[in-house]
């Protein structure tokens, strides 16, 4: 490996619920503009885009050394589609849970997504993807106002926590948008 696949990555310690209120100046996502029954077809859609992606040729670079590869990110959404599924599991089964603490830049690390081959990470993306798709699809019209919270205290409906989920797609994938410029 040479240095630049190795450089460390700065974790991000943002809090992004404002994105639950005003859209995203970045990407571009607007919570007003997502309908909760489509939820499970815009995680099929951007689960498409990250299959695109991880056949470029490219997608084990990092844009800049500190900068996390096409391949990276998709290890990200694989793993925030697992996050949310237990999370959304958790809310439909529970009354007002509490999540586990997730550290995503400990799981990079841990998981070695730097070392990742594009084509390995494909399959359990769009397994991970099309299993919390499911479950959205599957949100009785009564449940979609269940509450819960996570360990900061920020609290979530299922409703707002798959805007929430969407909005982690929609930004990561404005994040390698350069991979498909050519």
Excluded at 84 to 104: H, I, K, S, T, Y
Excluded at 108 to 125: G, N, S, T
Aim: hydrophobic letters at 40%; glycine letters at 4%.
């Amino acid at each position: 490996m040479t240095d630049e696949t190795t450089a460390e990555i700065a974790p991000d310690t943002k809090d992004w619920t404002w994105v639950l209120d005003h859209p995203c100046p970045d990407c571009g996502f607007d919570p007003t503009a997502v309908d909760r029954v489509a939820l499970g077809d815009a995680i099929r859609d951007n689960t498409d885009f990250w299959v695109s992606a991880l056949a470029s040729p490219r997608a084990g670079e990092r844009p800049e050394p500190t900068v996390w590869s096409p391949t990276e990110y998709a290890c990200h959404v694989r793993d925030v589609h697992r996050v949310f599924l237990g999370r959304v599991e958790q809310m439909l089964a529970e009354e007002d849970p509490r999540f586990a603490n997730w550290d995503q830049d400990e799981t990079a690390v841990a998981e070695r997504y730097d070392e990742q081959r594009a084509a390995d990470v494909v399959p359990d993306l769009v397994a991970a993807a099309e299993a919390v798709a499911d479950a959205y699809d599957r949100v009785p019209d009564d449940a979609w106002a269940r509450p819960g919270r996570r360990s900061n205290g920020s609290v979530f409906t299922v409703e707002s926590l798959g805007s929430y989920h969407l909005h982690d797609l929609v930004h990561h994938r404005w994040d390698v948008r350069w991979i498909m410029a050519g």
